[in-house]
C-alpha cells in the first residue's frame, strides 16, 4: 500500500504541475483529495479495516502524500490565478507595458539651433532683447518714421502709448550697438508679434532670426559670400542663391534673398525646387549707424531677418505654419 501511494503522489504532482487552468487544476484536486472519490483520501478511508501492526506507517505514508498534494495545489493555484487575474480584478500582468512619454526639440527651435550652429562657426555670437520694446527701438531707430504703415495700428500690437510688443527682431541690432562699439557680428532669434490674421501662412506671434555685421570694410560682397555659404551648409552643397533687390528701412541698398534647392527624387534622380524666399537683407542704412552713435563714414555693415518656421515649413514638406504653434503632441510627436 506505501508503493501505492508512493505513485499516487508522484501521479498528482505531475497532473498539477500539467493543469493548464483553473478548472483543470480543480478536476486534479477532486480526482486525488475530494471527499468522495478521491484516490488519496479512499486510502485514508480504508485505514480502520489494516491491522493495528500496520496501520501507524501506512497512516503516516498517507498523510505525507495528502499534504504534499495539497500544498502542490495551493501553489500552483496561486500561479494560475496571477496569470489569469483578469478574471478576478481587471489586472492583466500578460499586457505589454505602457510606453513613456519622451519629449522632443520642436522643429522650430531644431530650425534655429541649425542655423545658429553654422553662423557661430563664422565667427558670430548669440544676442537677444526684449519682446515688449519702445517705438524708438522697434522702428525710430531703425530709420522707419512712425508714418510708416508698418508702425499703424493695424499692423503692430500697442501696449500703450509708445509702448509695443516686437514687429520683428531688428531692435536687437540697435540695443546690441548701444552696449557695443564695432566690430560686430551677432545672431539674434527670437519672438515677434504682429496683428495678423491667423492662417495656414500668417500666425500673430512667430520665430525670427536676426542677423548684423558692423565693422570697417564691410561690404556687400561680405553680405553675399556669407548667406551664399550659409544656404550651402543648410540646404546642401547644390543650392543656388538669388538676390532681388528690395526695400527696408533700415538698409540701403535692400535684397530679398531667395534660394533653390536640389532634392533627391523617389527615383533617385536629382532636381531643383522653385525658388524660394527665405529672408530679407541689405547693408546696414548710415543713418541706423548715426542713430546708435556709430562714426558712419568709418563703418559699415550689413543685415538679414529670416522666418524659422518657414523654413521648417520647407524642410518637413509641413503646408500650414499653425501646425508649429499649437504644441499638438502628435504633430510634434512626429519629430525625434
Ligand atoms: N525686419 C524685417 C522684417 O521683419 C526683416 C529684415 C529685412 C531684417 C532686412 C533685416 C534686414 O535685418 O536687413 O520683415
Same mark, same amino acid.
Request: zero cysteines; proline letters at 6%.
Given at each position: 500500500?506505501?508503493?501505492? +501511494?508512493?505513485?499516487? /503522489? !508522484?501521479? %498528482?504532482?505531475? &497532473?498539477? $504541475?500539467?493543469? *493548464?487552468?483553473?478548472?483543470?487544476? #480543480?478536476?486534479?484536486?477532486?480526482?486525488?483529495?475530494?471527499?468522495?472519490?478521491?484516490?488519496?483520501?479512499?486510502?485514508?478511508?480504508?485505514?480502520?479495516? +489494516?491491522?493495528?501492526? /500496520? !496501520?501507524? %506507517?501506512?497512516? &503516516?505514508? $498517507?498523510?505525507? *502524500?495528502?499534504?504534499?498534494?495539497? #500544498?502542490?495545489?495551493?501553489?500552483?493555484?496561486?500561479?494560475?490565478?496571477?496569470?489569469?487575474?483578469?478574471?478576478?480584478?481587471?489586472?492583466?500582468?500578460? +499586457?505589454?507595458?505602457?510606453? !513613456?512619454?519622451?519629449?522632443?526639440?520642436?522643429?522650430?527651435?531644431?530650425?534655429?539651433?541649425?542655423?545658429?550652429?553654422?553662423?557661430?562657426?563664422?565667427?558670430?555670437?548669440?544676442?537677444?532683447?526684449?519682446?515688449?520694446?519702445?517705438?524708438?527701438?522697434?522702428?525710430?531707430?531703425?530709420?522707419?518714421?512712425?508714418?510708416?504703415?508698418?508702425?499703424?495700428?493695424?499692423?503692430?500690437?500697442?501696449?500703450?502709448?509708445?509702448?509695443?510688443?516686437?514687429?520683428?527682431?531688428?531692435?536687437?541690432?540697435?540695443?546690441?550697438?548701444?552696449?557695443?562699439?564695432?566690430?560686430?557680428?551677432?545672431?539674434?532669434?527670437?519672438?515677434?508679434?504682429?496683428?495678423?490674421?491667423?492662417?495656414?501662412?500668417?500666425?500673430?506671434?512667430?520665430?525670427?532670426?536676426?542677423?548684423?555685421?558692423?565693422?570697417?570694410?564691410?561690404?556687400?560682397?561680405?553680405?553675399?559670400?556669407?548667406?551664399?555659404?550659409?544656404?550651402?551648409?543648410?540646404?546642401?552643397?547644390?543650392?543656388?542663391?538669388?538676390?532681388?533687390?528690395?526695400?527696408?528701412?533700415?538698409?540701403?541698398?535692400?535684397?530679398?534673398?531667395?534660394?533653390?534647392?536640389?532634392?533627391?527624387?523617389?527615383?533617385?534622380?536629382?532636381?531643383?525646387?522653385?525658388?524660394?524666399?527665405?529672408?530679407?537683407?541689405?547693408?546696414?542704412?548710415?543713418?541706423?549707424?548715426?542713430?546708435?552713435?556709430?562714426?558712419?563714414?568709418?563703418?559699415?555693415?550689413?543685415?538679414?531677418?529670416?522666418?524659422?518656421?518657414?523654413?521648417?515649413?520647407?524642410?518637413?514638406?509641413?503646408?500650414?505654419?499653425?501646425?508649429?504653434?499649437?504644441?499638438?503632441?502628435?504633430?510634434?510627436?512626429?519629430?525625434?
Amino acid at each position: 500500500m506505501i508503493e501505492d +501511494l508512493r505513485r499516487l /503522489e !508522484r501521479e %498528482a504532482l505531475a &497532473a498539477i $504541475a500539467a493543469a *493548464a487552468g483553473l478548472d483543470e487544476l #480543480e478536476q486534479v484536486r477532486v480526482r486525488y483529495l475530494g471527499r468522495r472519490e478521491g484516490r488519496i483520501s479512499a486510502v485514508l478511508r480504508r485505514l480502520g479495516r +489494516l491491522s493495528p501492526e /500496520e !496501520r501507524p %506507517a501506512v497512516g &503516516a505514508a $498517507a498523510n505525507r *502524500a495528502k499534504t504534499a498534494v495539497a #500544498e502542490a495545489l495551493k501553489n500552483r493555484l496561486a500561479e494560475l490565478e496571477a496569470v489569469a487575474a483578469p478574471d478576478r480584478d481587471g489586472v492583466d500582468l500578460t +499586457l505589454p507595458a505602457r510606453g !513613456r512619454w519622451r519629449g522632443t526639440i520642436h522643429p522650430v527651435s531644431r530650425v534655429i539651433d541649425d542655423i545658429w550652429a553654422i553662423f557661430r562657426s563664422l565667427g558670430f555670437t548669440r544676442a537677444r532683447g526684449p519682446e515688449v520694446d519702445t517705438e524708438w527701438y522697434n522702428f525710430v531707430a531703425l530709420n522707419t518714421p512712425l508714418d510708416h504703415p508698418a508702425a499703424d495700428e493695424q499692423d503692430t500690437l500697442y501696449l500703450g502709448p509708445g509702448l509695443l510688443l516686437r514687429s520683428h527682431t531688428s531692435p536687437v541690432q540697435i540695443r546690441t550697438m548701444e552696449q557695443y562699439p564695432p566690430p560686430i557680428r551677432i545672431i539674434a532669434p527670437g519672438m515677434v508679434y504682429r496683428r495678423d490674421t491667423y492662417d495656414a501662412t500668417h500666425t500673430p506671434a512667430f520665430a525670427q532670426i536676426e542677423g548684423l555685421v558692423v565693422d570697417e570694410g564691410v561690404t556687400f560682397v561680405d553680405l553675399k559670400a556669407t548667406l551664399a555659404e550659409f544656404a550651402r551648409r543648410f540646404w546642401g552643397p547644390g543650392t543656388r542663391v538669388r538676390f532681388r533687390p528690395s526695400f527696408f528701412p533700415f538698409t540701403e541698398p535692400s535684397a530679398e534673398v531667395d534660394v533653390k534647392r536640389v532634392i533627391v527624387r523617389e527615383d533617385g534622380a536629382d532636381e531643383e525646387t522653385d525658388w524660394i524666399e527665405i529672408m530679407g537683407a541689405g547693408m546696414v542704412d548710415p543713418a541706423v549707424l548715426d542713430n546708435v552713435g556709430y562714426d558712419s563714414e568709418r563703418y559699415t555693415g550689413w543685415a538679414f531677418g529670416m522666418g524659422p518656421a518657414r523654413v521648417a515649413l520647407l524642410r518637413h514638406g509641413v503646408r500650414d505654419l499653425r501646425l508649429f504653434y499649437e504644441n499638438d503632441m502628435r504633430f510634434l510627436g512626429q519629430f525625434r
